[in-house]
C-alpha cells in the first residue's frame, strides 16, 4: 500500500447564500444518468472520405516536398478504460451556505479536468435540520439544485452575475440522523420524512435514492447504501439480512462498496461506533436513555455485516475529511466536510491522513485497483492512495 501526497494550486469561486424565491426550477428531464457521461469519451477522431482527401504537391523531381513537423493537438485527458468509474463522495452537505457552494464549484471543475465523472455519493444530512417535508420543499433547492444541480442563480464571488454549478451526474444518497426529524436525533417523529427523500427521485432523476437501503451495481464497483440510522435503534434486523444476501450474492469481479451516515471508526468528535459521544458503554448501559439508541449496535452490523466482506467503507456524521486505512479486512473512509467542519482533536485512531477543512474524496475504480483521493474546497489534492487487488 502506497500513500502519495501532490498540491496543485486551484483558483475558484464560491457562492453566498443564494435567495429562494429568485432561483428558476430547473428542468430535470435533460440529467444524464450514470454510464451516459462517458459514451463522448470514445473515439472523436472526424470521419475522411477517402476520396476526396487532398494530395500533397509534388516537386518537380516527384518528391514530395518537406513541410516540416505536424503541429501537437491537444487530445485532451484519455480515455478510460472499459470498465472504469469515477466519482466522488461527500457528506453532511445539507447547509446550502457558501462552502458547500465552493466544494460544488471545485468538484465540477476536478472532474471535468480529469475527464468526467459518473456519479457522486452524498453520505447523509442531506438536509438539516430535520429533514424536508415534501417532494418540494424549498429545501431541495437550496440544498441540492442549486449547488449540484445547474440551476443559474445570482453569485456574490461573481459580482452578481448569475453562475451555476452542473454536476451533469447522479447522486446515489443515503439517510442521516438529521434526515429522520427530532433536529438530528432520528427519531422519525414524523415517518414520512424518509419517504419524501425517497418520492424526490421519481421527479429528480439526478437524485437516486429507491429505498431506505438499497444495492446498484455500477461495474466495476458494487454499491450498498445502508440506513445507519436505524441501526443506531437496532431496527436494522431485516436490513442486515438483506445487506447480506446482496453482499453474497454480487459479482465477484466488482469493489463492493458500503456507505452509510454513520462511521465504524473516526477521530472526529462522535468516534468510533460503541463509544460515539465518548460515553463508555457501561454508563450508556447504566442510562434508560441508552437502552434505545447505542452506537454499539452500529459497530455490531459493521463487525458482523461490513468488515472483511466489502472492500469499502464510506461514511460522514464527522465533519471532516479521514482516510482511516484497512480494518478487519475493509477500508474505511470519512468524507462529511462537503458544507461544514469539526475538529480531529478527539480521536486516537492511527490513521494514514485526517484534514478538518472543507472538501470532497474522489475515487477511482478498476478491475485491478481502487484509487483514493482527498481534494480541499479550493480542489487542491491533498492526499492519494491507491488500493489494489
Request: aromatic share 14%; proline share 7%.
Given at each position: 500500500m502506497r500513500i502519495v501526497s501532490v498540491c496543485v494550486l486551484v483558483l475558484g469561486v464560491a457562492c453566498s447564500d443564494p435567495p429562494l424565491s429568485q432561483v428558476p426550477r430547473r428542468d430535470t428531464s435533460s440529467v444524464v444518468p450514470a454510464d451516459a457521461g462517458r459514451s463522448n469519451l470514445a473515439d472523436t477522431a472526424p470521419v475522411v472520405d477517402g476520396g476526396s482527401a487532398d494530395v500533397q504537391p509534388r516537386s518537380d523531381s516527384g518528391s514530395v516536398p518537406d513541410t516540416g513537423p505536424a503541429p501537437e493537438v491537444d487530445a485532451g485527458p484519455p480515455a478510460p478504460p472499459a470498465r472504469f468509474k469515477r466519482f466522488i463522495a461527500i457528506g453532511d452537505v445539507g447547509e446550502g451556505n457558501r462552502n458547500q457552494h465552493r466544494v460544488a464549484e471545485s468538484i465540477e471543475r476536478v472532474c471535468a479536468e480529469l475527464g468526467g465523472c459518473d456519479f457522486g455519493m452524498l453520505l447523509g444530512d442531506n438536509h438539516y435540520d430535520s429533514g424536508v417535508d415534501g417532494i418540494d420543499d424549498p429545501l431541495w433547492r437550496r440544498h441540492f439544485e442549486l449547488p449540484y444541480g445547474g440551476v443559474a442563480h445570482e453569485c456574490s464571488a461573481a459580482d452578481g452575475q448569475q453562475a451555476s454549478h452542473d454536476l451533469n451526474f447522479?447522486?446515489?444518497?443515503?439517510?442521516?440522523?438529521?434526515?429522520?426529524?427530532?433536529?438530528?436525533?432520528?427519531?422519525?417523529?414524523?415517518?414520512?420524512?424518509?419517504?419524501?427523500?425517497?418520492?424526490?427521485?421519481?421527479?429528480?432523476?439526478?437524485?437516486?435514492?429507491?429505498?431506505?437501503?438499497?444495492?446498484?451495481?455500477?461495474?466495476?464497483?458494487?454499491?450498498?447504501g445502508l440506513n445507519t440510522t436505524a441501526m443506531f435503534f437496532d431496527r436494522a434486523d431485516d436490513q442486515a439480512r438483506e445487506v447480506r444476501q446482496w453482499i453474497d450474492e454480487a459479482p465477484q469481479d466488482r469493489w463492493s462498496i458500503g456507505f452509510g451516515h454513520h462511521p465504524y471508526i473516526s477521530n472526529g468528535p462522535h468516534g468510533n461506533a460503541g463509544d460515539y459521544e465518548r460515553i463508555p458503554e457501561i454508563l450508556q448501559r447504566l442510562t434508560p436513555n441508552w437502552t434505545y439508541f447505542r452506537g454499539t449496535y452500529v459497530q455490531r452490523f459493521m463487525e458482523e455485516e461490513i468488515c472483511d466482506r466489502v472492500d469499502v467503507y464510506l461514511a460522514g456524521h464527522d465533519h471532516s475529511r479521514q482516510d482511516l486505512g484497512e480494518r478487519c479486512g475493509t477500508q474505511f473512509l470519512v468524507s462529511g466536510a462537503g458544507a461544514k467542519t469539526t475538529d480531529l482533536d478527539d480521536g486516537d485512531n492511527e490513521v494514514p491522513w485526517e484534514a478538518e477543512t472543507e472538501g470532497f474524496l474522489l475515487m477511482e475504480a478498476s478491475p485491478d485497483q481502487m484509487v483514493f483521493r482527498m481534494y480541499d474546497a479550493d480542489g487542491v489534492l491533498e492526499h492519494e492512495r491507491i488500493v489494489r487487488r
Open positions: 447522479p447522486f446515489y444518497a443515503v439517510l442521516g440522523n438529521h434526515d429522520l426529524g427530532g433536529d438530528g436525533l432520528g427519531l422519525d417523529l414524523d415517518i414520512f420524512k424518509a419517504d419524501h427523500q425517497i418520492a424526490y427521485g421519481r421527479q429528480n432523476p439526478q437524485w437516486v435514492m429507491p429505498s431506505r437501503y438499497y444495492q446498484q451495481d455500477l461495474d466495476p464497483v458494487f454499491l450498498l
